[in-house]
Nanobody, 114 residues
Framework: QVQVAESGGGLVQPGGSLRLSCAASGSIFGINPMAWYRQAPGNQRELVARITTTRSTNYADSVRGRFTISRDNAKNTVYLQMNSLKPEDTAVYYC????????WGQGTLVTVSS
């Protein structure tokens, strides 16, 4: 059984920073690409950032230069460092493990507001 769990969300003022973490556990053999998605109220879920097994990355245009995705393969953990946060970054952030049919975490809420 594979489980994916996010942590690190919360309330932050515009211009502030947060770091999200996502740990994958269970029947994981080898290393898989992982990604962060987000979904704001009334919007579709969108890709924020993705990292491959060789640490190649890609970002949504809206976050490039402000967000950084990284991973610790030994811990099956991926991180999302979010800087210069804007109110429009407010959303539930989901971690996604690209293995088999794919595995989603429960999501963690990030609220950017003064």
């Amino acid at each position: 059984q594979v489980q994916v769990a996010e942590s690190g969300g919360g309330l932050v003022q515009p211009g502030g920073s947060l770091r999200l973490s996502c740990a994958a556990s269970g029947s994981i053999f080898g290393i898989n690409p992982m990604a962060w998605y987000r979904q704001a109220p009334g919007n579709q879920r969108e890709l924020v950032a993705r990292i491959t097994t060789t640490r190649s990355t890609n970002y949504a245009d809206s976050v490039r230069g402000r967000f950084t995705i990284s991973r610790d393969n030994a811990k099956n953990t991926v991180y999302l460092q979010m800087n210069s946060l804007k109110p429009e970054d407010t959303a539930v952030y989901y971690c996604y493990l690209e293995k088999d049919r794919g595995y989603w975490g429960q999501g963690t809420l990030v609220t950017v507001s003064s």
